[in-house]
């Protein structure tokens, strides 16, 4: 199956330093690769929709100056989070597309101290 | 707004026991997917539903697309203490250039 992985897996980081989040689809190529956030006890919200070659789409309520992505190659995509801040500590999911279907990455733990 | 209800949040029966999990929407989707979340790691795709009234099995578990295409159920038979953990329903608009749209999901706890 399509494998997709995230590095790192966990990071602790200081308030208004900046953090890299990259997301890479394994065995297959993805021209569209999105990106989720989970706060505990609850569901996947969808960020963003990160294009090979083009601006990110990003969802109502989501700054994109402080979440930036760059989708640089087809197997690819990046999350940074800029001047990261306590309340923005959470569970960050990428997901990587085949056909129709969308295949998780193991999610990175963010933790703003 | 697309929202997705899943029901029961949580559930805690016994092993071999039967169990359903509804997954509801008052919007259409193009496919909806189940995905299985261990505590800590990402989802796992189960299955992808994409025709109304379609059904899908896979070893124990049942899955079906309503007619309409608005709703999903899971449906687990005899089930087991491996079958313990989070169950996602997700629903896309359009043909996959669209995330997804998550419900809550389902806590379920199979004692022994």
């Known amino acids: 199956g399509a494998v997709v992985s995230q590095h790192p897996s966990r990071v602790i980081c200081k308030s208004g330093t900046s953090v890299k989040i990259e997301c890479r689809s394994l065995d297959f190529q993805a021209t569209t690769m999105f990106w989720y956030r989970q706060f505990p006890k609850q569901s996947l919200m969808l960020m963003a929709t990160?294009?090979?070659?083009?601006?990110?789409?990003?969802e109502q309520g989501v700054e994109k100056d402080k979440f930036l992505i760059n989708h640089a190659s087809l197997t690819l995509s990046t999350l940074t989070v800029t001047s990261a801040h306590p309340e923005d500590s959470s569970f960050y999911i990428c997901?990587?597309?085949?056909?129709?279907?969308?295949?998780f990455g193991p999610g990175t733990r963010l933790t703003v101290t | 707004t697309q929202l997705l209800e899943q029901s029961p949040q949580f559930l805690s029966i016994q092993e071999g026991e039967n169990l359903t999990v509804y997954c509801n929407s008052s919007?259409?989707?193009?496919?909806l997917q189940w995905y299985r979340q261990e505590p800590g790691e990402g989802p796992v795709l189960l299955v992808t539903?994409?025709?109304?009234?379609e059904v899908k099995k896979l070893k124990r578990l049942t899955f079906q697309f309503g007619d309409a295409r608005k709703d999903s159920s899971l449906h687990i038979t005899a089930a087991q203490t491996g079958d313990t953990g989070l169950y996602l329903c997700?629903?896309?608009?359009?043909?996959?250039?669209?995330?997804?749209?998550f419900g809550k999901g389902t806590h379920l706890i199979i004692q022994p």
């Open positions: 990160s294009n090979e070659g083009s601006k990110a789409t990003y």
């Open positions: 539903v994409v025709t109304g009234g």
């Open positions: 919007s259409v989707f193009s496919s």
């Open positions: 997700a629903g896309a608009k359009g043909r996959g250039a669209d995330g997804l749209t």
């Open positions: 997901s990587a597309r085949e056909r129709q279907e969308q295949y």
